[in-house]
């Protein structure tokens, strides 16, 4: 059996932990980093005083394919891995819409 490894979009370290990686958990950042940051956007839009996410659902257990970057109006990038799905509704206008709420979504390798 290959053995499972993935590099976390977080903090930038390959995770080859037998049993963590098949998880998708890094051990550095304590979270399942590896999987669809779909909750920890809608972690971030709530605490903009949102209520209701429309057109986002969470939370989403797949695994991360595509890098993105998280930014908040204060505060650092924070690079997160998406589905594709979700990272289609990014590129359908969801974006925009959490841009206008003050979180920047852009995916990672591009400015
Ligand atoms: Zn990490
Ligand atoms: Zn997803």
């Not at 499972?4 to 932990?17: K, L, M, N, V, Y």
């Not at 839009?45 to 993105?68: D, H, K, M, N």
């Not at 799905?85 to 400015?111: C, E, F, I, Q, V």
Request: charged letters at 15%.
């Amino acid at each position: 059996m290959p053995r499972e490894s993935f590099t976390c979009p977080r903090c930038g370290a390959a995770e080859a932990d037998p049993v963590l990686a098949p998880q998708r958990f890094c051990g550095i950042c304590q979270d399942f980093t590896g999987r669809c940051g779909a909750s920890f956007i809608a972690a971030a839009l709530l605490a903009t005083g949102v209520v209701e996410i429309p057109g986002w659902p969470y939370p989403c257990t797949s695994t991360g394919t595509e890098r993105w970057l998280l930014a908040r109006v204060a505060g650092a990038e924070t690079g997160i891995g998406l589905c594709a799905p979700h990272g289609d509704r990014l590129r359908a206008g969801a974006a925009s819409w959490m841009k206008a709420l003050g979180l920047t979504l852009n995916p990672a390798g591009r400015s």
